[in-house]
C-alpha cells in the first residue's frame, strides 16, 4: 500500500507541475445553469478547456450522509453563472494521500470536465470517458489527473469524479438504518449527471466509456453489474480491479461500524450481536453529528475496510455469483457494453507491503514455538484467503490445504503464500470479468498485460507497478522522475517512454471512440489482437514490442477455476461425506 501513497504523492507533484492556465475563460450554457471554464495548455502545448469542481449532487451533508446521494435541482441550485475555473475539495480522507493544494470538504461531489472544443452538438459529437480515481476505496481524487493530451490529440471529452471514500462511502450497519456502499451510488449519479448534460459541453450522451484503476477498476466492475447503471455507459475499462477482487469485498460491515460508534461513544448496546434496527438508526444519527475528520482512518489502517458490500440492493448476490449468472448478466444490459481489461506486471508491489509488516508483527506478539508459528501462519495465508475466495466463513481443511501444496511446490519460500493473495486480489478476479463477457458473443472483451520494465524504475520495484499504468495516458511532465528515487525511480523520461505513451493513449483513444482498442496497433504486432474467448484467451502483451500471446497465467488460473470448484463440488457430495464419517 504504501507503494500506491508514492504513486499517488508522485502523480499529484506531476500535476502541479504541468497544468497551465492561459488566463481564458469561457461559458457554456447547460440545462442546470452556465458553468465558466478555463482554457489550459497540455504538455503537447495544444489547448482546451476545463471545467472544474461541478456539482453533481446535493451536497451529503447532515441527513444525507451515510445515505444515499440526492439529484440536484433542475433550477436554482445556484445563480448566475458557476465559476468552474477551480478544483472542487477532495473527499474526506487522510491529509497525507493529498497534493498540498488540495482542499478537503465533506462537501465534495463534483466532477470534472476536459474538451478541446467545448459546444453543444447534436451531430458529431464527441465520445465520453468518465474516469473513477483508485486508492483503496480510502483514498484519492480527481485533481491528479488532467487528460489534456488525451484530449487534444483524440478529441474525446474526458470527465473526473470524487466520490465517497472509506466511512463516509462504505460504513454500513447491515440494516436499513445504514446499508452502506455510498460511494458506488455516488458514482452511478455522476455517469447519470455526465449524461443528462455533457451534450451541451459537446459529448455524445448515448456512447459513454467509464474507466478506472484499481479500487476504480473495481467500481468500473461493480457498476457493470448492478442493476441499476443498464444504459448510463457502453464501454468499460477496469485496469488491475475487479468486482471480485479481495480487496473489493467487505467480511464484517456490521462489526466495523460497531468498533466506530464504540469507539465515538454513539452506541449505547455492549456488544454488536444487540445491535438491532432501532440500535442501529440511533448509532448512525449520532455518526451524523460527529465532525468529518474523526470518521477519517489513519494511514496505519489501510485495509479491506470500509469497501463495498454486498447489500441486496446495488449490489444484489456477491459479484462472483453474478458474472457466472448469464441470464442476471442480460438482464442489467451487461452484454449491451464492450470491455477493455488490464493488468501490469508487477502487481505484486501492491501486496509484499503489506504481507511483510504483517507477518512481522504477528511473530512479534506470539509466545508460540516457531514450528507453531509457521503452521498458524501458514493458515492465515492460506485459509484466509481461499475462504474469502469461497465466499465462505472457513474454507474446508482439504480445499485449503490442496490451495497451500500447489503454491508451495511452484514458488519457493514466503512467495507462495504471497502469489496466493496477489492471485486472488488481480490476476484471477481479472479472468471473472473476461469469462463473463465471453459467455455471450454479441460482447466483447480485450485483455492488456502491461509487460514493460520502464527506463526510469530500478530496484526491486522494477516493472510496471500497481498504478505506474496511470503515467501512460495522463498527463506527465518529464522532469519529476529523479525526485522518486524512492519509489525505484531514476533517470528520465526518456523518448521511448514517450513513443510507448503515445501508443498507449491512442489504444485507451481507440477504445473509447468504438470499443475496440486494437486499430492503433495494425502494422505493429505479427498477430492481430483479437477479442477474448475461452479457448485461445488471447492478450497483448504490451510493451515497446507488443505481441498478441496467449493463457496468462494458465496453470493458476486452472487451479482457481477448475481444480478448486471440482475438489469443494466433491467434498459436498453426499457420498463423500459418509466416507468421511466412517
Same mark, same amino acid.
Not at 475539495?89 to 497525507?96: E, G, H, L, R
Not at 493488468?343 to 509484499?352: F, L, R, T
Not at 520502464?454 to 500497481?466: D, L
Given at each position: ?23 481564458? /475563460? ?18 503537447? !502545448? ?7 469542481? &461541478? ?61 478541446? !472544443?467545448?459546444?453543444?452538438? /447534436? ?33 474525446? =471529452? ?39 448534460? &455533457? #451534450? ?43 468486482? /471480485? ?81 448469464? #441470464? ?15 493488468? !501490469? ?119 510496471? &507497478? ?14 519529476? =522522475? !529523479? ?73 493458476? #488460473? ?25
Amino acid at each position: 500500500m504504501k507503494t500506491l501513497a508514492l504513486v499517488v504523492v508522485w502523480s499529484a507533484m506531476v500535476q502541479t507541475q504541468l497544468v497551465t492556465a492561459t488566463g481564458a /475563460t469561457k461559458v457554456i450554457e447547460a440545462r442546470l445553469g452556465s458553468y465558466m471554464g478555463s482554457e489550459t495548455t497540455a504538455i503537447n !502545448n495544444e489547448k482546451y478547456w476545463s471545467f472544474r469542481g &461541478i456539482p453533481y449532487a446535493k451536497p451529503p451533508l447532515g441527513q444525507l450522509r451515510f445515505a444515499k446521494p440526492e439529484r440536484l435541482p433542475y433550477q436554482g441550485h445556484f445563480n448566475g453563472v458557476l465559476d468552474a475555473t477551480r478544483q472542487g475539495a477532495a473527499c474526506p480522507q487522510n491529509s497525507y494521500f493529498l497534493s498540498p493544494n488540495e482542499k478537503v470538504s465533506e462537501d465534495c461531489l463534483t466532477l470534472n470536465i476536459f474538451v478541446k !472544443n467545448p459546444k453543444y452538438a /447534436t451531430i458529431n459529437a464527441k465520445k465520453v470517458l468518465v474516469w473513477i480515481h483508485g486508492g483503496a476505496y480510502l483514498f484519492g481524487s480527481s485533481f491528479i489527473y488532467d487528460a489534456g493530451n488525451l484530449v487534444t490529440e483524440h478529441d474525446v =471529452i474526458v470527465v473526473t469524479i470524487h466520490y465517497r471514500l472509506g466511512v463516509l462511502g462504505f460504513l454500513s450497519t447491515e440494516d436499513e438504518a445504514s446499508p452502506g456502499n455510498y460511494g458506488l451510488w455516488d458514482q452511478a449519479l455522476a455517469i447519470e449527471w455526465v449524461k443528462a448534460n &455533457i #451534450r451541451d459541453f459537446g459529448g455524445d450522451p448515448d456512447d459513454i466509456a467509464i474507466a478506472g484503476e484499481s479500487a476504480g477498476a473495481a467500481s468500473v466492475s461493480t457498476l457493470s453489474i448492478s442493476p441499476y447503471t443498464d444504459g448510463l455507459f457502453t464501454k468499460a475499462y477496469s485496469h488491475s480491479g475487479s468486482a /471480485t477482487s479481495l480487496f473489493s469485498r467487505y467480511t464484517d460491515a456490521k462489526g466495523d461500524a460497531f468498533l466506530l460508534a464504540k469507539s465515538l461513544n454513539c452506541t449505547k448496546v455492549a456488544d454488536q450481536a444487540d445491535l438491532c434496527s432501532t440500535a442501529s438508526k440511533a448509532l448512525i444519527q449520532c455518526l451524523r453529528t460527529k465532525p468529518a475528520d474523526v470518521l477519517v482512518p489513519p494511514p496505519e489502517l489501510l485495509r479491506s475496510t470500509f469497501v463495498p458490500r454486498v447489500d441486496g440492493d446495488f449490489i444484489p448476490r456477491p459479484p462472483i455469483e453474478l458474472l457466472r449468472d448469464s #441470464r442476471y448478466l442480460q438482464s442489467v444490459g451487461f452484454y449491451r457494453r464492450k470491455y477493455l481489461v488490464a493488468i !501490469n506486471n508487477n502487481e505484486m508491489s501492491a501486496i509484499e507491503p503489506r504481507y511483510a509488516p504483517a507477518k512481522a508483527n504477528f511473530y512479534a506478539s506470539s509466545n508460540l514455538t516457531t514450528s507453531a508459528k509457521d503452521a498458524l501462519w501458514r493458515y492465515f495465508a492460506v485459509n484466509g484467503s481461499t475462504a474469502e475466495r469461497l465466499e465462505v466463513a472457513e474454507a474446508d481443511p482439504v480445499v485449503a490445504d490442496a490451495v497451500g501444496s500447489w503454491y508451495e511446490d511452484r514458488y519457493p519460500g514466503e512467495s507462495g503464500y504471497t502469489q496466493i493473495v496477489y492471485d486472488l486480489h488481480f490476476t484471477i478476479p481479472t479472468f471473472d470479468v473476461l469469462n463473463a463477457v465471453a459467455l455471450n458473443r454479441a460482447s466483447s472483451a480485450w485483455l492488456l498485460y502491461f509487460n514493460h520494465y520502464p527506463s526510469f524504475m530500478r530496484g526491486e520495484r522494477r516493472g510496471m &507497478i500497481h498504478a505506474l499504468d496511470l503515467v501512460y495516458w495522463f498527463d506527465i511532465s518529464t522532469d519529476v =522522475i !529523479n525526485s522518486f528515487v524512492g519509489a525505484g525511480a531514476i533517470g528520465t523520461y526518456s523518448k521511448d517512454e514517450m513513443r510507448l505513451k503515445k501508443l498507449y493513449s491512442s489504444i485507451v483513444a481507440a477504445f473509447i471512440k468504438t470499443g475496440n482498442p486494437t486499430s492503433p496497433l495494425r502494422g505493429i504486432t505479427t498477430n492481430p489482437w483479437y477479442r477474448y474467448d475461452q479457448s485461445d484467451a488471447p492478450y497483448l502483451d504490451f510493451n515497446s514490442k507488443p505481441e498478441v500471446l496467449t493463457h496468462l497465467a494458465r496453470s493458476n #488460473r486452472i487451479l482457481w477455476e477448475k481444480t478448486v470448484p471440482n475438489l469443494v463440488s466433491d467434498l459436498q457430495d453426499p457420498e463423500h461425506r459418509s466416507d468421511d464419517r466412517d
